[in-house]
């Protein structure tokens, strides 16, 4: 089974400042999705940025980029230029990447980092 | 283009009663799927539903269930209510399973208080 771990319940940064958060996994797949959400206090799960396995880039979006070390099973976030809308429980997923009509596609998640803004 | 809908937002039931949640889904999305969100065990996936039909169950007690509706709203289903059901129960939208599906769109949940 898979497994998320993300090691860091809070973290804190200054305004306009880099914040990197978390993450590891643990699977024996070759072929998955890793994603970052953020869960401000509205409770609605939005999605932040997404990486596929296969793909050796490192995802992108804005101020949010991602360090994909797939050796490692590592996934952390880097959040620049750090904004008070930033606040937020911040969650690494696992998704199974099969497309076979077997396949569960449920997202696994970590416990989720706490991120504070301040100002 | 309306986001995913769930009802009600807050929900308070006792101990042994029952509660049905519901959700809608983004209009042209066929794939609901629906977790539970506690302090203690985080996030935890409940069932997936494509098409009318379940494809997948997560790790709960036949107490949960859901059902799927010919117009892609799902409902799921809480009986004999537990104290330790008191969570926050995500629905999430997509196109269809697998990887052409992503990515998911989550509802604002609702939150269940059972008392």
């Known amino acids: 089974a898979q497994t998320v771990t993300q090691s860091q319940p809070e973290m804190s940064v200054q305004e306009a400042e880099t914040v990197t958060l978390s993450c590891t996994y643990d699977t024996s797949e070759s072929d998955y999705y890793l994603f970052w959400y953020k869960q401000p206090p509205s409770r609605q799960m939005i999605l932040v940025i997404r990486?596929?396995?296969?793909?050796?880039q490192n995802a992108t979006e804005n101020r949010f980029s991602v360090n994909f070390q797939k050796a490692a099973k590592s996934f952390s976030l880097k959040i620049s230029d750090s904004q008070l809308g930033d606040a937020a429980m911040y969650f690494c997923?696992?998704?199974?990447?099969?497309?076979?009509?077997?396949?569960?596609?449920?997202?696994?998640f970590g416990k989720g980092t706490l991120l504070t803004v301040n100002p | 283009k309306a986001g995913v809908t769930q009802t009600p937002r807050y929900l308070i039931k006792t101990r042994g009663q029952q509660v049905t949640l519901s959700c809608s889904p983004i209009?042209?999305?066929?794939?609901v799927s629906w977790y539970q969100q506690t302090p203690g065990q985080g996030l935890q996936f409940l069932f997936e539903y494509f098409s009318e039909t379940q494809r997948n169950k997560g790790n709960f007690p036949g107490r949960f269930s859901g059902r799927q509706f010919s117009n892609s709203r799902s409902e799921m289903n809480v009986s004999t209510l537990e104290l330790g059901d008191s969570a926050l129960y995500l629905c999430a939208s997509s196109f269809e399973p697998g990887r052409t599906g992503l990515p998911l769109h989550f509802g604002n949940g609702t939150r269940l208080t059972v008392t």
């Open positions: 209009s042209g999305h066929r794939s």
């Open positions: 990486q596929e396995a296969y793909k050796q």
């Open positions: 997923a696992y998704r199974t990447g099969g497309n076979s009509g077997g396949s569960n596609y449920k997202l696994t």
